[in-house]
């Protein structure tokens, strides 16, 4: 069963090692075919030097397993949430990788400071709030999902890809598998740049607005000119 989503969601994750966004198993990559409504994600703790497509499991979009003898990720209830609460998507990303999780953890969002961020965030890249007593008791990975989703009522998820969540860390999305690990790598070099940018300045302000919106939108939207037709 959906035997090319599976080779697509497990090259994905193993980019999470390639580009060095994990550490140990700390991150898991999902796809879904929106057409047949199932979900392909990681398995739970497994290594990434020992996956294998047969190791992805295959859920329904209520989470539950169709195919698969592992456990799939311990995030699952928040991947699920997040492709009902965001139609457009089709593969999302989570890691705890170094940059973006400092400011996770500092609760901060990630201001747009230069051209590398307007290229890929219509905006600052959003810090969740933190998590009530009861939502992280009860729920917790599904909770995850609202609370990002909460987030989201103030911007626009096809335009800012990726999110931080407080005290924990980020999940980004794309079209597919593919381009939602390709967005959790931006998002972690911006991280990185705008922690060197303010240490190296404290006082530096966001980018411009137009230019932020000309390197946005040559990338992005039907007037687009980057790259070839």
Same mark, same amino acid.
């Given at each position: 069963?959906?035997?090319?989503?599976?080779?697509?969601?497990?090259?994905?994750?193993?980019?999470?090692?390639?580009?060095?966004?994990?550490?140990?198993?700390?991150?898991?990559?999902?796809?879904?075919?929106?057409?047949?409504?199932?979900?392909?994600?990681?398995?739970?703790?497994?290594?990434?030097?020992?996956?294998?497509?047969?190791?992805?499991?295959?859920?329904?979009?209520?989470?539950?397993?169709?195919?698969?003898?592992?456990?799939?990720?311990?995030?699952?209830?928040?991947?699920?949430?997040?492709?009902?609460?965001?139609?457009?998507?089709?593969?999302?990303?989570?890691?705890?990788?170094?940059?973006?999780?400092?400011?996770?953890?500092?609760?901060?969002?990630?201001?747009?400071?230069?051209?590398?961020?307007?290229?890929?965030?219509?905006?600052?890249?959003?810090?969740?709030? +933190?998590?009530?007593? /009861?939502?992280?008791? #009860?729920?917790?990975? !599904? $909770?995850?999902?609202?609370?990002?989703?909460? @987030?989201?009522?103030?911007?626009?998820?096809?335009?800012?890809?990726?999110?931080?969540?407080?005290?924990?860390?980020?999940?980004?999305?794309?079209?597919?598998?593919?381009?939602?690990?390709?967005?959790?790598?931006?998002? +972690?070099?911006?991280? /990185?740049?705008?922690? #060197?940018?303010?240490? !190296? $300045?404290?006082?530096?302000?966001?980018?411009? @607005?137009?230019?932020?919106?000309?390197?946005?939108?040559?990338?992005?939207?039907?007037?687009?000119?980057?790259?070839?037709?």
């Amino acid at each position: 069963m959906l035997e090319t989503l599976k080779k697509e969601v497990l090259a994905a994750n193993l980019k999470l090692q390639e580009h060095q966004l994990v550490t140990f198993t700390w991150g898991n990559v999902s796809g879904i075919d929106r057409e047949k409504e199932r979900i392909v994600i990681k398995p739970s703790g497994v290594e990434y030097s020992d996956l294998t497509a047969d190791d992805l499991v295959v859920l329904n979009l209520e989470g539950e397993v169709v195919e698969g003898s592992l456990k799939p990720s311990s995030d699952t209830p928040t991947h699920v949430y997040l492709y009902k609460a965001f139609p457009n998507i089709g593969g999302i990303v989570h890691t705890h990788s170094q940059w973006a999780t400092s400011w996770a953890q500092s609760g901060r969002d990630i201001p747009p400071l230069g051209t590398t961020h307007a290229d890929y965030f219509d905006s600052a890249i959003p810090c969740t709030r +933190e998590m009530y007593d /009861e939502e992280i008791i #009860h729920d917790y990975e !599904l $909770n995850t999902g609202k609370v990002i989703a909460e @987030t989201f009522q103030q911007h626009n998820y096809e335009q800012v890809p990726g999110v931080l969540v407080n005290n924990h860390g980020p999940f980004c999305w794309g079209t597919d598998a593919l381009n939602a690990i390709h967005n959790a790598v931006v998002l +972690e070099t911006v991280a /990185e740049m705008a922690y #060197h940018s303010i240490m !190296l $300045n404290k006082d530096v302000n966001p980018i411009n @607005t137009v230019l932020h919106e000309k390197h946005f939108y040559r990338k992005h939207g039907a007037n687009a000119y980057y790259g070839q037709s």
